[in-house]
């Protein structure tokens, strides 16, 4: 991520993947390197948005979705803004 950071538009970006442990410690080690870059919590953006999901874990910094809460594949997305 940090490799392509001078890239990005000064808007919103998402690390979206399938593996929700090691995509969490890549954004926030993206950043702790980045002080462009904050953690948007994405269950009130959602909400924003009029999409409710039942909550899977208590943190709402990165959005979870399991097979066993949401009945879908498991999902890991966090959402990112550039500062002005």
């Not at 392509?4 to 410690?25: G, H, M, N, W």
């Not at 954004?27 to 409710?52: C, H, N, W, Y």
């Amino acid at each position: 991520m940090a490799s392509t950071e001078k890239y990005l538009k000064p808007e919103v970006i998402r690390q979206v993947s399938r593996l929700d442990l090691r995509a969490k410690f890549i954004v926030q080690g993206f950043l702790a390197g980045s002080s462009e870059f904050a953690l948007v919590p994405t269950r009130p953006a959602l909400e924003a948005s009029g999409i409710t999901l039942p909550a899977a874990e208590p943190d709402d910094a990165f959005l979870r979705l399991r097979p066993d809460v949401h009945g879908t594949d498991g999902f890991f997305a966090a959402l990112m803004e550039r500062g002005a």
